[in-house]
């Protein structure tokens, strides 16, 4: 009774404008959306265990019985990792007929994930997103400009989508020079901004020296951003800058921040969230299950995001509970300006370089404007009295990093981070058993 009185609702929503959708999805009672939420589960769950064979294989090795199972939580110790989907390509997951795919790349493998969606799934996600703009404030008389990268990300399709629900003008700028895209925005004006965080840094930063525009919003996705960074964006346009929080796998959105900025609001109607071995404040490892895709469902998927769920209503008063803001990774991936970046990076970044060891660490910190990584490396780079040993290193490392990770390299071009390198002499790194690779010194407290 409530599942249906949820998707009668639901249904109303999608046919309304993103303002009448908004309103509806407020008025489902809680009762509904759990219900909404559980049959749903149910009915995924059937259908990967019926034709998935990644699912169909692990649910018959551990002995479940899908048809007595009607939380995720009562899979046990059963879940999805990005390792699953990378070794087992996309064809595993499948339960139907895909259209289009997505990647994400740089995480902790040089094997990017490849997920595959319908266009059924791309409006009903662009429909949705819709609803969550319109609450940021968005209407069909804004410029949208946005300078989401358009190489195999799925944000700028889930944008697109969404804004042909919206109706507004919206003109697509792809991820360049944020000097070369000033440029061009001058032209249009846009009045809302959609890009990553650590371009629109830098593209704020353009503006303020040659001048701005009026603004209302800026929607940012991709990466976190020190919370001196946004007030500094936001202080040049005099606007909110507002964050989405999204993974390829999931579709785009899992949630949006409100004007609080006290977390994203989530989207329980397409994901059930949980998190893995949660700490004494509530804080672990997110894991959701997808709701309402019928290309490739994923059940109890990993995130490595180390967030919470805050049951607690927000001050802006919208229904949706919300997610913590992400307190780190939970493998050894960092997001930041340079992009997606795990230890493997460096690793090819430094094969092949003559004199320098196995030894290295890459140390990433923010200067609160913008992410600095420090490569610390050991290599015999001769002695003092050798001018340039140093600085031929140094070279070779940004000579790697031009023509092995062109993405990375465009990034130090626009001044999205900034790369030091640092030699050191051998056997002066390792101190303990295992010398960690990759450290994040960005100050949390400034993340959260
Ligand atoms: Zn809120």
């Not at 909110?240 to 977390?263: D, R, V």
Request: a neutral charge; glycine letters at 8%; aromatic letters at 10%.
């Amino acid at each position: 009774m409530l599942t249906r009185l949820g998707e009668q609702i639901e249904v109303a929503a999608l046919k309304a404008s993103p303002a009448g959708s908004a309103r509806v999805f407020g008025a489902l009672p809680p009762g509904a959306l759990a219900a909404l939420q559980s049959a749903r589960f149910k009915k995924t769950l059937r259908l990967v265990a019926e034709r998935a064979p990644f699912y169909r294989d692990a649910f018959r090795r551990l002995g479940i019985d899908v048809s007595r199972i009607s939380h995720p939580s009562q899979l046990g110790d059963f879940y999805t990792s990005g390792d699953d989907l990378r070794r087992e390509g996309p064809e595993a997951f499948l339960i139907g007929r895909a259209e289009t795919a997505f990647e994400t790349t740089g995480t902790t493998s040089p094997v990017p994930k490849r997920v595959l969606f319908s266009n059924r799934e791309l409006n009903a996600m662009g429909s949705a997103s819709a609803a969550a703009l319109h609450l940021m404030g968005l209407r069909r008389d804004d410029t949208v400009l946005s300078a989401f990268d358009c190489s195999f990300w799925v944000s700028p399709a889930v944008a697109r989508s969404a804004l042909q629900y919206i109706g507004c003008f919206h003109v697509e700028a792809g991820k360049i020079d944020p000097l070369d895209c000033y440029t061009h925005a001058a032209a249009y004006k846009p009045n809302v901004i959609f890009g990553e965080p650590s371009w629109m840094i830098r593209f704020s930063q353009m503006a303020a020296e040659r001048g701005t525009w009026p603004v209302k919003l800026l929607v940012a996705g991709g990466e976190n951003i020190a919370e001196s960074a946004r007030a500094e964006v936001e202080r040049v346009w005099g606007a909110p800058m507002l964050l989405n929080y999204g993974q390829t796998e999931a579709f785009g959105s899992l949630g949006l921040e409100c004007l609080q900025k006290q977390g994203y609001h989530r989207n329980d109607l397409h994901f059930l969230f949980e998190i893995d071995r949660p700490d004494a404040d509530g804080y672990g490892e997110l894991v959701y299950t997808t709701l309402t895709r019928d290309v490739m469902p994923l059940i109890r998927y990993r995130a490595s995001d180390v967030t919470k769920l805050v049951e607690e209503p927000c001050a802006c008063g919208l229904f949706a509970k919300r997610l913590a803001k992400v307190r780190s990774r939970s493998d050894e991936m960092v997001v930041c300006g340079m992009g997606n970046v795990g230890p493997w990076v460096f690793e090819e970044i430094l094969r092949g370089l003559a004199g320098v060891g196995d030894e290295w660490q890459a140390v990433l910190s923010n200067n609160g404007r913008f992410d600095v990584f420090e490569l610390r490396v050991e290599a015999e780079v001769g002695g003092r009295s050798e001018v340039g040993g140093a600085e031929a290193l140094d070279r070779a490392i940004r000579a790697n990093v031009k023509e092995r990770f062109p993405d990375f390299w465009k990034n130090l071009q626009m001044g999205l981070y900034e790369l030091r390198v640092t030699p050191f002499s051998t056997g002066s790194l390792r101190t303990g058993r295992k010398l960690k690779r990759i450290v994040d010194e960005r100050v949390l407290s400034d993340l959260q």
